[in-house]
């Protein structure tokens, strides 16, 4: 099994978290989302773990919210003593409403708002992670005007490429996000942020990229911040105490995939920038990572149940089930790789090789093809797995299909974390 929390029981049914999805799916109904919260927590604590061992307690990992922003994984973020990176006013009051302690908060994004910046402000955000010269300004007279001096980062663009799908690669110079170093503007954002009075700039931030496997991206992009942390040193007189390398570490999502030890990989990039640091006669800076897709993907499972079996000769097969792109786009948007089960059909063997279709009104609504299934039958209950990242936090109601609900698996029990959308939550904001 991908994840050692998926496995087969004496039915011969798919388990998720030690329990029946085929149960879970006839006790909630599908398209369903299922989160495993031990797993949730595990994940956390490898992270929290390794950073601190190897990198200090002033460390720390903050989740990405991007990845599945609800109020229970607040609840659980809170509870693991994580930091967090928010990105809209929306994450900031789904954090807040859950009691998050939004000191603990770092506030992203390319384009924030007037009035995203006021709201932040206003919500006790603890750290702006500023992208840009306007933002800069933008905080200075937010911060001005209440008198107090708000802690930011700057977003640097290192100019590295990942290896990996270039629409989520995201820390090359002309990327529309942070500023570079190597035109120069860096710097010049840097030297701007230390003449503000109400800005105290406490270190920088980039984010090369997401689903990454090696450690050397991130070694390399360690590389070139604490390079240029020492310039800002040598020609500014500042030392900067805080380095934020982002998130981006990749996920299992097929049986072919390296299984990723966390654990190891932080270890590896630790040394490196233990070693970096040293060379450069530079003190060891508080590190910050900003996971989302490996906190909560492999948490994650969404169940769905079978309907039109369409064979077509000297063609292919698909399998229809009653979700699709508007629960989880991600096949559609960037062909992403699932692993799809019949949780009702674990022992059988795979005869029937299928495109896994979506029911909107879109060729492209696929889950995944080429998927070697049992034969499938309406009313199968379809699992689809590693759904926890990036598809209910980018699910629509194309076609009018309301959201699926998720289920949070706990340790001694189970809750409703978000219910099911109704026809009337559909038309709610029409007038
Ligand atoms: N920090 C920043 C500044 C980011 O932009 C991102 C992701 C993360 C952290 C978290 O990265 P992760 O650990 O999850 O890889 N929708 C795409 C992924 C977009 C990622 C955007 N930024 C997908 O479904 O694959």
Request: with cysteine.
């Amino acid at each position: 099994m991908i994840c050692k929390n998926i496995g087969i029981n004496e039915k011969g049914h798919l388990t998720f978290a030690g329990r029946d999805t085929v149960e879970l799916a006839a006790k909630y109904g599908t398209p369903l989302y299922l989160l495993d919260e031990e797993r949730v927590r595990e994940n956390c604590r490898v992270y929290k773990n390794a950073l601190s061992r190897e990198l200090g307690e002033a460390s720390l990992p903050l989740y990405a919210g991007k990845a599945l922003c609800v109020k229970d994984v607040y609840r659980i973020m809170r509870e693991e003593k994580m930091g967090i990176d928010v990105v809209s006013c929306g994450e900031i009051f789904t954090a807040w409403s859950a009691g998050f302690p939004m000191e603990n908060a770092y506030f992203h994004g390319n384009n924030k708002t007037d009035e995203d910046v006021r709201f932040a402000f206003e919500k006790g955000v603890g750290c702006f992670v500023c992208d840009n010269e306007e933002e800069l300004c933008a905080i200075e007279r937010e911060a001005a005007e209440r008198n107090t001096v708000q802690k930011v980062l700057i977003r640097v663009a290192p100019g590295i490429d990942p290896h990996t799908h270039k629409a989520i690669s995201t820390g090359s110079i002309d990327s529309k996000f942070g500023t570079a170093i190597e035109t120069g503007q860096a710097m010049e954002l840097v030297s701007l942020a230390l003449s503000k009075k109400h800005v105290a700039l406490a270190g920088l931030h980039c984010h090369i990229g997401s689903q990454i496997f090696e450690t050397q991206p991130f070694c390399d992009a360690a590389d070139i911040m604490l390079r240029f942390m020492a310039e800002i040193k040598k020609e500014m007189g500042c030392t900067l105490t805080e380095l934020n390398l982002g998130g981006g570490i990749g996920v299992r999502y097929l049986e072919s995939h390296p299984e990723i030890d966390v654990d190891g990989y932080i270890t590896e990039v630790a040394a490196h920038i233990k070693s970096a640091a040293k060379a450069l006669s530079f003190p060891l800076p508080a590190i910050r990572l900003e996971p989302g897709r490996s906190i909560v993907a492999d948490a994650g499972m969404t169940l769905y149940s079978a309907g039109a079996v369409k064979r077509i000769p000297g063609f292919k097969n698909y399998l229809s089930v009653d979700g699709g792109m508007a629960d989880n786009p991600r096949y559609a948007l960037y062909q992403s790789p699932y692993t799809v089960e019949i949780a009702n059909k674990m022992n059988e063997e795979k005869t029937f090789v299928c495109t896994v279709a979506g029911r909107c009104c879109e060729s492209g609504d696929m889950i995944q093809e080429n998927v070697p299934l049992p034969e499938p039958e309406r009313g199968d209950t379809v699992a689809v797995c590693t759904t926890g990242a990036y598809n209910y936090a980018m699910a629509s109601n194309y076609n009018r299909l309301p959201r699926p609900p998720m289920i949070t698996l706990t340790a001694n029990g189970e809750h409703i974390a978000v219910k099911r959308e109704s026809l009337e939550d559909l038309i709610r904001n029409e007038l």
